[in-house]
């Protein structure tokens, strides 16, 4: 996967606004008004937020005739999650390490005290 492509997904994702549409769409398609509607900023607000969105990979919008439905596009998100889960793995096998050392040392403490 490409840098930038993984960069444009977080970007998109850094803003709780475009995190709420992605939520939405996640149950369905919806229209820029439906969409619009729990926030309080305008419509052409919300289409710069959806273009956001839609240049990141992570929507794509329908043409049906007047209803242009706005959809959710799982494959960025899914690029992002796997790229996270390699640090996730990462930092857990060093915790564990971690963790091991640690009852080490106390067996050892213990072995001494006794």
Same mark, same amino acid.
């Given at each position: 996967?490409? #840098?930038? *492509? ?5 970007? !998109? ?8 549409? @992605?939520?939405?769409? !996640? ?7 439906? @969409? ?9 607000? #919300?289409?710069?937020?959806?273009? #956001? ?7 794509? &919008?329908?043409?049906? !005739?007047?209803? &242009? ?19 996730? %793995?990462?930092?857990?096998? &060093? ?6 050392? @640690? *009852?080490? @040392? *106390?067996?050892?403490? %213990? %072995?001494?005290?006794?």
């Amino acid at each position: 996967m490409a #840098v930038d *492509q993984l960069s444009n997904t977080f970007s !998109a994702l850094a803003d709780p606004t475009r995190r709420a549409i @992605l939520g939405r769409l !996640a149950d369905g398609e919806a229209t820029v008004s439906e @969409l619009a509607s729990p926030f309080d900023m305008s419509l052409p607000a #919300v289409s710069k937020h959806l273009k #956001v969105l839609e240049r990141a990979g992570l929507i794509e &919008r329908g043409r049906e !005739a007047q209803w &242009r439905p706005c959809r959710l596009k799982a494959e960025p998100l899914k690029d992002a999650a796997e790229w996270i889960e390699g640090y996730r %793995q990462h930092w857990e096998e &060093r915790f564990q390490r971690l963790d091991d050392y @640690l *009852q080490e @040392l *106390q067996a050892s403490e %213990q %072995q001494d005290e006794d």
